[in-house]
């Protein structure tokens, strides 16, 4: 469920007309509904609780890393799972209790380790055998043992897009499933870590609760061998990637109870306390990305609604193919005819395009149109490819808006950039 419904013939986040915003900002921009964010974040905490699970929310900050958006979920008790020492400095600006925040990532430099430990984050989630002992070095020069995990990759196929699959063997993720005992004796071993417990993350966007049953049984037996070797097995961190309804018409993937009860079902009796680090599932639905039509152009076979949003502002049509509903803001009249269009944006690429022959309403030239389900891996993911400046972002509150990352200026672009002094 989300708080973006027509109301009296306009397209509305919670009670303000997005043409509102458009007016008072200009087009494009991403906007954030606080109502869903809360209702998002309570349904998969109580979830949780009704499965009987004592469990730490850990909302994956790549996913949607403004600080407005963290700090909203933080004030409902979220942790955050981060990637980056940029992502690690946002979850703590935004006012994550260091004590909640979990460093993931297969490639941290020892300067972000450094930073992990300093600021006394709950756990390391190490990704591999250097990566340990990197770890361990940079934490016992400074005379303290850092509660670590290791991620092991359990080689389950998540039966999501190849692009964001990392539980089989193949991708780079973790620790291989077969190596990891031995891993966690040579932690042990280490002056500068603590193991507590285990991470495993297969993928994103899941539709199907079995993947992940596959890999929680797998970590069962993990924890066995574990503890039979004396390790004090005491989290258990499942990651994310429950995947959201992309298409309305079509996609059905599983509810939090469901993901939930299975996580129960798997890990429930060990006396474990379950870390979850979900992205998509907290902010996709929570967002969306509204643009206005520049020109709709008959082409030789199919008609074109060229949109001043553009690949370089939403990639996942381009980068996963990945589907987006689009409406009209100005609600269609009841019964409106329907026409294939393409939407493109403008820049200099094929895969520059939002959706083939998709059936809309008809479109013209500055009509607002608003992508839906673009909270997450929306405006985290943009760049300014052909000098579009970055798009800014907005959080409705009930009545209320404010804009949360403004838009840059072209002087604020070119200001990043300096000629060396043989070319002045
Ligand atoms: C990307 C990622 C997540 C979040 O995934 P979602 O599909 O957005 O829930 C969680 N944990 C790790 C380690 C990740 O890489």
Same mark, same amino acid.
């Given at each position: 469920m989300n708080h973006f419904d027509y109301v009296n013939g306009e397209l509305c986040a919670e009670d303000v007309p997005l043409s509102r915003i458009a007016a008072e900002l200009g087009t494009p921009f991403y906007c954030y509904s606080t109502a869903t964010l809360v209702r998002h974040y309570t349904v998969f905490r109580q979830a949780l609780e009704k499965a009987g699970l004592d469990a730490t929310i850990c909302f994956a900050l790549k996913a949607n890393p403004n600080i407005a958006v963290v700090r909203t979920l933080a004030g409902l008790g979220a942790g955050a799972d981060v990637v980056s020492e940029g992502e690690l400095r946002r979850a703590l600006a935004a006012g994550?209790? %260091? +004590?909640?925040i979990v460093f993931s990532g297969v490639g941290k430099t020892r300067r972000e380790l450094e930073l992990a430990v300093a600021k006394g984050i709950m756990q390391v989630n190490v990704e591999s055998e250097p990566e340990l002992r990197a770890l361990s070095e940079v934490a016992a020069a400074r005379g303290v043992r850092m509660p670590i995990s290791l991620r092991v990759n359990p080689d389950v196929d998540a039966g999501t897009h190849a692009k964001i699959t990392t539980g089989k063997k193949e991708n780079k993720f973790g620790i291989e499933w077969t190596r990891a005992h031995e891993v966690y004796r040579i932690a042990r071993e280490l002056p500068g870590v603590e193991v507590v417990g285990i991470a495993c993350h297969i993928g994103?966007?899941? #539709?199907?609760v079995e993947p992940f049953r596959q890999a929680f049984s797998r970590v069962r037996d993990l924890v066995a061998i574990l503890r039979a070797d004396g390790f004090d097995i005491r989290r258990l961190d499942l990651g994310g990637g429950l995947g959201v309804p992309y298409d309305a018409a079509t996609d059905l993937p599983p509810h939090p109870d469901d993901y939930a009860a299975a996580i129960a079902g798997s890990l429930g009796d060990l006396g474990c306390r379950i870390v979850l680090e979900p992205g998509r599932l907290l902010v996709g639905n929570a967002g969306v990305l509204v643009s206005r039509v520049v020109y709709v152009k008959e082409g030789a076979t199919r008609s074109f609604a060229i949109v001043d949003a553009a690949m370089n502002d939403l990639m996942r049509p381009a980068l996963y193919d990945a589907h987006h509903d689009i409406q009209p803001v100005a609600e269609p009249a009841a019964g409106a005819p329907r026409a294939e269009i393409d939407v493109v944006g403008p820049v200099c690429e094929t895969g520059d395009t939002f959706a083939r022959q998709r059936p809309l309403p008809p479109l013209a030239a500055g009509d607002l149109v608003a992508f839906r #389900? %673009? +909270? %997450?891996?929306g405006a985290a993911m943009s760049s300014t490819y052909n000098s579009r400046l970055l798009v800014p972002e907005v959080l409705v509150n009930g009545h209320g808006f404010a804009v949360v990352r403004a838009r840059p200026t072209y002087e604020d672009m070119l200001a990043l950039e300096a000629l060396p002094d043989w070319l002045e």
């Open positions: 994550v209790p %260091a +004590g909640r994103s966007q899941l #539709t199907d #389900t %673009a +909270g %997450a891996y």
